[in-house]
């Protein structure tokens, strides 16, 4: 019987873990020889990845994108031969990656995907010396998705969002920057900017003007130049949602496979959600279909 190494975090997701592993381990172990790993703390998942990747077939994560991007960045560190196929079972309050996945809502229903599903390569991206899988952010609105309480972005859609950013207007920083690109350099003064790979980031589902390929080898990139009043805030968020320039000319999106980002000073950066460093120059790159991962139908 093939190896499967079960990693879960009990603190994702407010501790939506604790109690329900049984159905999950039943789903696992129907045709797998499973080891089980509860996280230890902050790196114990990317650690683990590395360390124990030669042992398993399959290695499967439980808890949010934080989670998953532990393991992705573990994995990275490895020859690509030496990354073992992954399953994730999202338990985190935002799990904007199983969106691209199509995974299943209950626990058990992707406990049963992470066994059994349809593995297929991804991309993965590198920041400097450090690994993202779906994306990287810097400026205004990196917290804004991760602030703004769900039920808010359910009902109200990005109208929650609006209500959100508009509060900070008055504050937005705007930062001087080089950006080097596939297609040519962009030289301007951008408040925010987001190299993604992903159809839904901070738990709203955007729908972009071409489809999202995880495999292609390539990043879609929005910068965005400092909005000035709620109506030009507005036309920004939507067109972040749908990747493509707004009315008022205050976005740019393209595409590339690498961009290296040049600012004036050290700028803050999320890596899927989670706090990615801060520094003045970004060498992003894309690892066309380094991971192999486990899609729902």
């Given at each position: 019987?093939?190896?499967l190494?079960f990693?879960?975090?009990?603190?994702?997701?407010k501790g939506?873990?604790?109690?329900?592993?049984?159905?999950i381990?039943?789903?696992?172990?129907?045709?797998?020889d499973?080891?089980?790993h509860?996280?230890?703390?902050?790196?114990?998942?990317?650690?683990?990845?590395?360390?124990?990747?030669?042992?398993?077939?399959?290695?499967?994560c439980?808890?949010?994108?934080?989670?998953?991007h532990?393991?992705?960045?573990g994995?990275m560190?490895?020859?690509?031969e030496a990354?073992?196929v992954v399953?994730?079972?999202?338990?985190?309050?935002?799990?904007?990656?199983?969106k691209n996945?199509r995974?299943?809502g209950?626990?058990?229903e992707?406990?049963?995907?992470?066994?059994a599903?349809?593995?297929?390569?991804v991309?993965?991206?590198?920041f400097?010396?450090k690994?993202f899988?779906?994306?990287?952010a810097f400026?205004?609105?990196?917290?804004?998705?991760?602030?703004?309480?769900?039920q808010a972005?359910?009902?109200?859609?990005?109208?929650a969002?609006?209500?959100?950013?508009a509060?900070?207007?008055?504050s937005?920083?705007?930062?001087?920057?080089?950006?080097e690109?596939?297609?040519g350099?962009?030289?301007?003064s951008?408040?925010y900017g987001?190299?993604?790979?992903?159809?839904s980031?901070?738990?709203?589902?955007?729908?972009?003007?071409?489809p999202?390929a995880?495999?292609?080898?390539?990043?879609?990139?929005a910068?965005?130049?400092?909005?000035?009043?709620?109506?030009?805030?507005?036309g920004?968020?939507?067109?972040l949602?749908?990747?493509?320039?707004?009315?008022?000319?205050l976005?740019?999106?393209?595409?590339?496979?690498?961009?290296?980002l040049t600012?004036?000073?050290?700028?803050?950066w999320?890596?899927?959600?989670?706090?990615?460093?801060?520094?003045?120059e970004?060498?992003?790159v894309n690892?066309?279909?380094?991971?192999?991962?486990?899609y729902?139908?």
């Amino acid at each position: 019987m093939d190896k499967l190494l079960f990693l879960y975090n009990l603190h994702a997701g407010k501790g939506m873990l604790r109690g329900k592993l049984a159905p999950i381990l039943d789903e696992l172990t129907r045709d797998w020889d499973v080891t089980v790993h509860p996280t230890r703390g902050p790196g114990d998942a990317a650690e683990t990845a590395r360390t124990r990747a030669g042992e398993f077939q399959r290695m499967v994560c439980s808890g949010g994108d934080g989670t998953l991007h532990e393991v992705v960045n573990g994995l990275m560190a490895l020859p690509p031969e030496a990354r073992p196929v992954v399953g994730y079972i999202p338990a985190g309050t935002t799990n904007d990656f199983a969106k691209n996945l199509r995974l299943p809502g209950t626990l058990g229903e992707a406990a049963a995907v992470a066994a059994a599903g349809l593995p297929r390569p991804v991309d993965i991206g590198s920041f400097n010396d450090k690994s993202f899988l779906y994306i990287a952010a810097f400026g205004a609105f990196t917290d804004v998705a991760y602030n703004t309480p769900q039920q808010a972005k359910s009902m109200l859609g990005h109208l929650a969002y609006v209500l959100e950013g508009a509060t900070r207007l008055g504050s937005i920083q705007a930062y001087p920057m080089e950006v080097e690109h596939d297609g040519g350099v962009v030289k301007d003064s951008f408040c925010y900017g987001m190299v993604s790979n992903t159809i839904s980031v901070g738990g709203f589902k955007g729908t972009p003007a071409q489809p999202v390929a995880l495999d292609d080898g390539l990043f879609e990139v929005a910068l965005v130049r400092q909005p000035q009043n709620p109506l030009q805030l507005q036309g920004v968020l939507k067109a972040l949602s749908n990747m493509a320039p707004d009315e008022g000319g205050l976005v740019t999106c393209f595409r590339t496979s690498r961009l290296k980002l040049t600012a004036r000073e050290a700028i803050d950066w999320t890596l899927d959600g989670e706090f990615g460093g801060r520094c003045r120059e970004a060498e992003i790159v894309n690892h066309r279909q380094a991971v192999t991962i486990v899609y729902g139908e």
